[in-house]
């Protein structure tokens, strides 16, 4: 069926010479991002997955499960040129398998790691050290391309840009969360406006409002009411006073 996907190189002209896991590591580079992606973008098992050859590797695979395409890859693709995105994530996942599976001789994962998502072969073939040097390549070569620079770039201004408004604390919602705090740890001014702090306040008629603002002050049972002076409801739902 037809479908969106992805790909990026993974130097096969290269390593597949030199790597005798090669094969191995890159189809456990594809479970690791494919298991990272949620992360990313929203998604499920059932959203994307991976090419799962083990034989004749040359590049990352990542498809869109849906016929037609969800969109799914083409969201994914954007944050591998961002600092801390999916690849770094993967790399994250491929180097300490958070069941600590890598304590043994075993590198072929578990299901707390490059073995949660689904696999046509079984999850057979698979070599978390292997995919971890080619995810490293990979990504040194994402980091000296264009976008890549050119998003890095805007992060750190954006990050410059937040850092001087707190240096400076002219920002906007900053004054108003420091206003807000400073007014709900003024009693004296929450008492000018006719409020105990951590209780309601009676509602006053018209005719005994100063009265009221009199009457509501702290006292030892915490409701800001005397026993002698509480309000009670009427049966028509109103409030009558002793």
């Excluded at 790909?7 to 191995?24: F, H």
């Excluded at 580079?29 to 004749?56: E, K, N, Q, R, W």
């Excluded at 707390?112 to 971890?132: M, T, Y």
């Amino acid at each position: 069926y037809d479908t969106n996907a992805m790909w990026i190189d993974t130097e096969a002209s290269v390593l597949s010479e030199v790597m005798p896991d090669y094969d191995k590591g890159v189809h456990a580079l594809s479970h690791a991002i494919v298991a990272v992606a949620p992360l990313f973008v929203p998604c499920t098992a059932s959203d994307l997955d991976c090419d799962h050859s083990h034989y004749g590797c040359t590049r990352v695979l990542l498809f869109d499960v849906r016929a037609g395409g969800a969109g799914t890859s083409a969201q994914l693709w954007s944050h591998f040129f961002h600092s801390q995105g999916v690849l770094d994530a993967a790399i994250d996942l491929l180097s300490e398998c958070p069941s600590s599976c890598d304590k043994g001789s075993y590198k072929g994962g578990c299901p707390g790691c490059i073995q949660a998502v689904p696999c046509i072969n079984f999850h057979e073939d698979l070599s978390r050290k292997a995919g971890l040097y080619i995810a490293k390549r990979m990504l040194a070569r994402i980091k000296q391309s264009r976008l890549y620079r050119r998003n890095d770039s805007a992060s750190r201004l954006e990050d410059a840009v937040i850092f001087s408004q707190k240096e400076t604390n002219s920002s906007p919602s900053f004054m108003a969360r420091t206003k807000a705090l400073r007014n709900a740890s003024d009693l004296v001014s929450a008492r000018s406006r006719n409020i105990v702090v951590g209780r309601p306040s009676w509602p006053a008629d018209n005719s005994s409002a100063s009265n009221h603002r009199s009457m509501v002050e702290p006292c030892e049972n915490m409701s800001g009411i005397s026993l002698s002076q509480r309000p009670q409801m009427t049966s028509q739902g109103g409030f009558m006073r002793h």
